[in-house]
């Protein structure tokens, strides 16, 4: 039989997007699955967004609530900025994914369900008393679809006389195909995938394409589904698209970077999780001139950085919170030196070592504040997986434009998030200036490390150049000279133009940007990765008739400056942010506006009803919303 | 092209030197300003990185490029420095607490990376800087500002450390015994890989005479032995003291008791650190205690070197990375 | 001839209060002849402030202006709580002394000049052309007392047949007697102190000695002077007082809060400018069960305190700005695993090395936001050296109560600086009690570690309790157990929890009291070392006509609960810091009041005059001050 | 007081434990339990203190006190802990990275104090907790997620380290040998003072194998050698091979080739750490590598015991503190 979707015989159904979430035992190899309906679906033309979602441990105990994998994306036919809600499709393979999951599937939702999975075995692992698929209420509330998963991709693979383990490791593919069929997906890509990830052991990847081609029969042969889905393709910008998930991007985004500058890149780090994966991407591209530097500490790692920076290298420098704490030292160093460099953090769940697996955007005030004196730097943050691609070419732009460390703050849920990225034309890239001065013509002129220019940077005279030789320190220094100075107005002077120099950035930063109407009743200001859920959200409620308008901060420090009049043209400011109120506070504090908090702190983004009703419920104080809220009963996009 | 001769005023900044009088920091720079003519870097080509300490304002007055950075961390900024910038000469200036106490771990890590750097180890045995808390190579007992009845905690053995650490390159010298710093200095610079030097240098405020027994002119001869490859370990005004090895131990024996080749012979170049770490333990008033270079291998791959050739083996595998190419790459698709 | 006040018979002027300051080259023994003048001042029952400034070199290059050390003290018959702004007299003993000070003396002041110090030789250090003593503005400006103080020196111990080295060592001593004698103060405390410091070298004894009796006997037979000054007794509370620095201080607040809590102290630290001194003093005090360790860096230090807090010790770590910076990831873990500690930050001159020895308020927001992910801590701040003994027993009162770190800003010049301090009655202080849980009565219960009291703290479970062992860690903790948990809800439940548990602290803490009215014109809100010198400007302004209040705030976090309510009572509300604004800034978010800042960044404290300009303007705002800037002009107390 | 009489199952605390199937932490926190019941210290006096890594959640399986602290710390809090509470077993759990990267300093600082507590090291040469980067004990050109084209650092060597750094107690074993575990945990623990040891644990998911040449039963005997005190140094599954001493340099020979007392004799109590020195430096292929107890030196004061006799001096010759005469020393005066 031959398994392409447009071999399939089955009714269609056309929707307009799925969210699908996959949920086994990490060993199911759940991320794999999940990673590979992306990507066809990407293929496909869909627009995509993720959200993987695992066990702090490496291994964590098999068949356990703790160990279980999950998966999710969301493919759509138009423009969707979240990985989505409520699942339309579960596919778990055991009974912790189910009970650990079902929670999220919506009503009359489709439950796929490895049968073989459900033993007594499994239950007591899972600490369940019963079958869960007894349940009748399953039954009632979803379209349970069971499936002899185990078994029958023993059977698919046997000719191939593998030992039951290795057979057995081959059951995810089977899901997938069963999932591709439901989904109309072509198993190419998967195909190719098979290949070349396991083109050298050519029985298992036969055991892994069977097993595929075993699924996808599976859903067309049996009746179990009768009736398979469709998406089409969204309509995107027209261009070359390619999957991105978000550390890739902000490594790619360095990359460019380094490019439009001219320069080689150094990247000084220590692992961390989630933002290890940098360094991972980033130590292949040694033929792009990177150097990438595992330091014995994060300490050591920026202080690196520093050094190569001295140099005239382009130096980056990342971690998550618990390691930026540990730059703090340094990065004050870096800002009083005056030489450019990136700092990022991918924030992950706080305070101290937290939920290092999961989400949090709780590192901002410790950006803005976690060092000893008045140590102002600019801080920007990415919205979404492929944003980073441009946040730390525009973090990079501005540290040499400034001559500052400049911070980045990602986090885990764009870092280990995806979805497509329109390639860019490098060759219409613009250029990223960098100026390095030369030899001075007259030998007797004193060379002035800390003389200005209209950005009030300093020179970037790096080491080699004959006649600029100056010493640079953490000892406050001479305004000009660069010399050690304890001369209180000097001191005064060199605090105000450091804050200064700053402060001057929100001139060549572009204004916010609002999406809706530009004042009026509720606005509602994000940053950093919560920007899809906030997005979904205000244009479903603008959708369902309130007035509301959405300001998406990307420049944390400074804010730009049309920010605080934006402000006061609303009567609510909203503040969504999963923390406590970090930028509410830096709002309140400088435009002295009532901002209200949306806050959520546990370790996970925001979904879109949550902010949804939260912005209703401020939007709709005083007024009747009885359209509206009907409105809103109807899930749009 | 023809170099200018530089002589060692060149190297004098223009900031006024702001040790306490009689300060043995004093005479290393002065070794140091003697040194770097006869190099053959241009100025412009030598960096200067350290710490926090007295010590550690070293930078300031060289006319050198510089950077006088945070406390104990000095070496973290050679390293990257000199990892992209190979055709730099990095020097580290530091202190026994800059190197031992807070940035003891970046020590053991530049050292065992074997980065091309040279590392001077001012070591006054106190906190210089702070005015005068012990430090990690203060002796047991000794009464400072933080040890009123005495310090508990037993020294660190810089050179110990370093060998164990992998070091390629440790050497001792002393401020007051000038010739002898400024060669040791000169050899620190022409080792190819991390560089030790440990100077013994006098705090005169605050921890005045500490190694008066080596720094001591008339003392010295009995106190130290002076390290030279291939040559036998003699010692003593007279050189009427040596140190031969019995079993895995070392003694002190005179040279008139003794035949000439039952001395242990100093070796440098040897792999195993072993002997070098056995020297390292010599200690007064035991036994004379050793200066010079202890250990000086060659060959081992200095970190920079091999940083910047796995980019040159990349580009001659892959050829230059070719951006668009990279982004091009994988599974992509068109939409119209 | 005798050397006491009372044998004098010059003619005598009483006089409220004096400002003297008395500056030569950092060998010269300022800071030893600041010490004596003061402790004689406070013996003779006058209220005193001081203010030590040192250059930051151990022994800087003698003779330059980079090398002068300097001590002023204010004495006076009335409370007084800065070390004043002008100077009635200056003491100079160096050329360098005289340029670099000048310009602190009152017209009219008195300059006393050791002749002897003024040579060509000594110009050139001080880079200077030509005598400064010949300029004739000098004479017609101030009340000049030339003395050839070491010629007089040298003759006065001539007969001791000491070296001329050491000869003109005990010149600071001459210098003393000619001030001693200027102000009437007594010799008799700085004899015995000659006795005790010098005893083990009679010669050296005697040669300060009569030192000190020639420049008294130099005063009292030459006319240079005409009349010598009396500032009576001050009217402090009735008790027993000794001198005291902010450093010690605090040290003996520690050893009193170790005492009224039955434990003994752990203090673990790294040296650091201006902090180390209180290691120095603590470690003097093992005979009260004090152990001090010195660690290999702060890191270790605040690892090893929360080592000592979980074994059931009272434990304490210091630093400054950097070493601060370096503790943030140990403090999130100690707020994480709720054990009582205090962390005290001795403030410098920042950012990074900054001014090491100079003062500045620069690390509140540190204090507040410098860890990773939501990390509340309490904090307070002493407002004056005596003050820090206060604090710091508040401070670890509320971390026992709240099983938290709690953080104590000092700063450089609260903590060099010293004033008179009412000896508290030891047998009279409250306990601050502490409670380890004991094994339980009932074995099968399991104990709860994270169960919380009503402060929401948890049990100080100690090991070697049997029965209560439990683990405690940085990942977030499961309510009740403290086991490791990724529970989401339970994320927002501690984090909730851990915020909550700070906020309360407000309920136990007094309210915010006011200096003046209660409402009004204006309210100058300030914090940490400023107080004198806001109090004192603040008074200054009220006499002269001025509502202005003045409410100084000893906790910044959580702040008083009354606070707000405050703020919104005045139409202006001044913040003057020692930094770009941090209090200023935590205030407008809090409370929404458009606070003013009144901020200097020199590494200097505050002088009250500066105060006082920037108060009178905001107050003066569309209003006729013609009346208020008469009585400002006459200098007030 | 009768002590009940507690077996391992005693020590295992209510958590599940989540190491990775077949990772050699299983044995590792097997063996401890079965040394704990042995020593005859109640579970309440007993700490377990960690760092960060798959290693240090040790503690949560242990039902005694325990701190599961940050990355590299763990010795700081133990020494806080231990000289404040002398009463207590401190034992400090930690891995080749969080011990020697992030936390190299505070690893040398406590061996050198001598605190009074037993590390445990689990070198399993990478970092497993985040997947699989190479570590300071990983090979030279190893392979990993950071290193693509081979690791460039030179390794360090752990217990040259510690032996450079002062250590008092250090040896080696291995999670699969067992028996020779439980002994070395148990010999740690009876050390006064502070005890490394370094457990060769594999990482089955990042680094499986990497230490199979010792772990491997049928490796084991031709490739790790079996230190003994006072014992000459033997090995070889038919025990036919043995270590000599040649000037200074160490080599294998055939004991039937060699009189017995040629053979290099183990003596572990030797004050002077050359020997042991030495020893660390026997690495494999080129030698069978040492395992059992290196070193173990007495009578060296504990950082804890000092700290405490220093207290108690004080109060012998001052008295305990009196607060109220304290405050009220120096000079003072009344106002009425
Ligand atoms: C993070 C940090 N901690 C502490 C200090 C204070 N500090 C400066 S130098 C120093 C020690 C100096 O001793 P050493 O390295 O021996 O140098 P020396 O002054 O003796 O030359 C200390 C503790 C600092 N500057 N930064
Ligand atoms: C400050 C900080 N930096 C980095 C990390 C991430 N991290 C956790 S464990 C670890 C290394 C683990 O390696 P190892 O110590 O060898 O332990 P293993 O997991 O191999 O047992 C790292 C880098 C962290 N938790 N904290
Ligand atoms: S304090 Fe000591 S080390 Fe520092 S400058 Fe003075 S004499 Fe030299
Ligand atoms: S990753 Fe390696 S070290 Fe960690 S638990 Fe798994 S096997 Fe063990
Ligand atoms: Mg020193
Ligand atoms: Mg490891």
Redesign the interface.
């Given at each position: 039989m031959e398994t392409s979707p447009e071999s399939s015989n089955s009714p269609v159904e056309h929707v307009s997007g799925i969210t699908v979430r996959l949920a086994g035992d990490s060993g199911d190899g759940m991320q794999l699955l999940g990673t590979q309906l992306t990507n066809t679906s990407a293929l496909a033309g869909n627009d995509v967004a993720t959200f993987p979602d695992f066990p702090a441990e490496i291994r964590a105990p098999r068949g356990t609530r703790a160990g279980v994998s999950g998966f999710q994306v969301q493919f759509a036919a138009e423009e969707i900025f979240t990985p989505g809600d409520t699942l339309d499709c579960l596919v778990v393979m055991n009974p912790a994914a189910l009970v650990t999951n079902l929670a999220d599937l919506r009503k009359g939702g489709i439950l796929v369900v490895n049968e073989d999975g459900f033993n007594e075995k499994e239950f007591k692992l899972a600490k369940i008393d019963k079958n869960p698929l007894e349940d009748e209420v399953l039954e009632s509330s979803y379209r349970i679809v069971k499936v002899s998963m185990t078994k029958l991709t023993r059977e698919a693979v046997s000719e191939l006389g593998l030992s039951v383990k290795i057979a057995d490791r081959c059951k995810n593919f089977f899901a997938m195909g069963l999932v591709y069929w439901l989904f109309g997906r072509s198993l190419e890509p998967t195909l190719r995938f098979i290949q070349d990830k396991f083109g050298k052991k050519p029985d298992v990847a036969q055991a892994n394409e069977s097993a595929l081609r075993a699924g996808w029969a599976f859903g067309e042969t049996t009746e179990a589904f009768g009736v398979s889905y469709r998406v089409e393709a969204a309509e995107l910008e027209p261009g070359t698209y390619k999957n991105v998930m978000g550390n890739q991007a902000l490594a790619w985004g360095l990359l460019a970077a380094a490019h439009r500058s001219g320069k080689e890149l150094f990247y000084g780090t220590y692992p961390i999780t989630p933002a290890s994966d940098i360094l991972h991407e980033l130590t292949k591209y040694k033929n792009f001139g990177v150097r990438t530097f595992q330091a014995e500490d994060e300490i050591a790692a920026v202080g690196a950085t520093i050094g190569a920076a001295f140099g005239g290298t382009m130096a980056v420098t990342a971690s998550s919170g618990p390691g930026i704490a540990l730059k703090a030292e340094a990065m004050g160093l870096g800002m009083m030196v005056e030489l450019p460099m990136v700092v990022i953090n991918v924030q992950r769940g706080g305070p101290s070592t937290g939920l290092p697996t999961k989400t949090e955007q709780s590192d901002l005030l410790q950006a803005m504040f976690g060092r000893n004196g008045e140590s102002p730097l600019p801080i920007l943050a990415p919205q979404s997986p492929g944003d980073c691609f441009d946040v730390v070419q525009e973090a990079w732009r501005l540290a040499v434009e400034c001559m500052t460390p400049v911070m980045v703050l990602s986090d885990g849920y764009i870092a280990n998030g995806s979805e497509p990225w329109k390639i860019p034309d490098v060759a219409s890239m613009d250029p990223i200036v960098v100026h390095h001065p030369d030899a001075p013509g007259d030998a007797d002129e004193p060379f002035l490390p800390y003389m200005r220019d209209e950005n009030l940077a300093r020179p970037w005279a790096i080491p080699g150049t004959d006649g600029l030789m100056h010493r640079i320190g953490g000892l406050e220094k001479e305004d000009g000279t660069g010399n050690v100075s304890y001369d209180p107005a000097n001191h005064q002077h060199m605090t105000d133009t450091r804050a200064q120099k700053v402060a001057l950035v929100a001139e060549r930063i572009p204004e916010q940007e609002v999406f809706g109407e530009t004042e009026g009743e509720v606005l509602v200001v994000s940053w950093g990765g919560t920007y899809g859920a906030c997005h979904t959200a205000v244009s479903r409620c603008q959708r369902a008739g309130l007035t509301v308008s959405h300001a998406h901060v990307r420049y944390l420090n400074p804010l730009p400056r049309n920010l605080g009049d934006l402000l006061k043209s609303f009567k609510t400011v909203l503040v969504p942010e999963l923390n406590t109120g970090q930028l509410r506070m830096l709002l309140r504090h400088q435009y002295l506006v009532d901002c209200i908090g949306i806050n959520k702190v546990q370790g996970k983004p925001f979904t879109v009803t949550e902010l949804v009703e939260a912005i209703r419920d401020q939007a709709c104080i005083g007024k009747d919303c009885t359209v509206v809220d009907q409105k809103l009963k109807i899930r749009v996009g | 092209m023809n170099l200018p001769v530089l002589k060692a005023a060149d190297f004098a900044?223009d900031?006024?030197?702001?040790?306490?009088?009689g300060c043995g920091d004093y005479s290393i720079l002065a070794q140091m300003k003697k040194v770097l003519p006869t190099l053959g870097v241009?100025?412009?080509?030598i960096?200067?990185?350290s710490g926090?300490g007295?010590s550690s304002r070293f930078?300031?007055y060289?006319?050198?490029?510089?950077?006088?950075?945070?406390?104990?961390?000095a070496?973290?900024?050679?390293?990257?420095?000199?990892?992209?910038?190979p055709?730099?000469m990095v020097w580290v200036i530091t202190g026994d607490g800059d190197a031992l106490?807070?940035?003891?771990?970046?020590f053991?890590?530049a050292l065992?990376?074997?980065v091309d750097v040279n590392i001077v180890l001012f070591n006054n045995r106190i906190?210089?800087?702070?005015?005068g808390?012990?430090s990690?190579t203060s002796g047991e007992g000794q009464v400072t500002?933080?040890?009123?009845?005495g310090s508990?905690?037993?020294?660190?053995?810089p050179l110990?450390?370093a060998?164990?650490?992998?070091a390629t390159f440790v050497a001792r010298s002393i401020d007051a015994h000038v010739k002898h710093l400024e060669a040791t200095l000169k050899r620190a610079a022409e080792h190819k890989g991390t560089s030790l030097v440990e100077v013994y240098q006098n705090c005169n405020?605050?921890n005045d005479g500490a190694m008066s027994y080596a720094q001591d002119r008339t003392q010295r001869p009995e106190n130290t032995i002076e390290l030279e490859h291939g040559k036998p370990l003699i010692f003593g005004k007279d050189r009427d003291k040596g140190i031969r090895?019995v079993g895995?131990?070392l003694e002190i024996v005179r040279t008139a008791d003794v035949p000439a080749d039952d001395l242990l012979i100093h070796d440098e170049k040897t792999l195993?650190?072993?002997?070098h770490?056995?020297l390292s333990?010599m200690r007064h008033p035991e036994f004379p205690e050793p200066i010079g270079v202890f250990r000086d291998v060659q060959g081992?791959?200095t970190?920079d070197d091999?940083?910047?050739d796995?980019?040159a083996?990349?580009?001659d595998?892959?050829?230059?990375?070719d951006?668009?190419q990279?982004?091009?790459s994988?599974?992509?698709?068109?939409?119209?």
């Open positions: - | 900044s900031q006024d030197v702001r040790w306490c009088p241009p100025r412009e080509k960096v200067f990185i926090i007295c930078p300031y060289m006319n050198t490029y510089g950077m006088h950075s945070i406390h104990g961390r070496p973290t900024f050679a390293t990257g420095l000199k990892a992209t910038r055709d730099l106490s807070i940035g003891g771990n970046h053991i890590h065992r990376r074997n906190y210089g800087l702070t005015k808390q012990y990690p500002k933080s040890t009123p009845m508990i905690d037993h020294p660190l053995n110990s450390v060998l164990a650490a992998e405020v605050f090895m895995n131990r195993d650190p072993t002997q770490f056995m333990r081992i791959a970190y091999q940083i910047n796995q980019v083996a990349a580009r595998a892959k050829g230059t990375g951006l668009q990279l982004f091009n994988g599974d992509t698709w068109e939409v119209a």
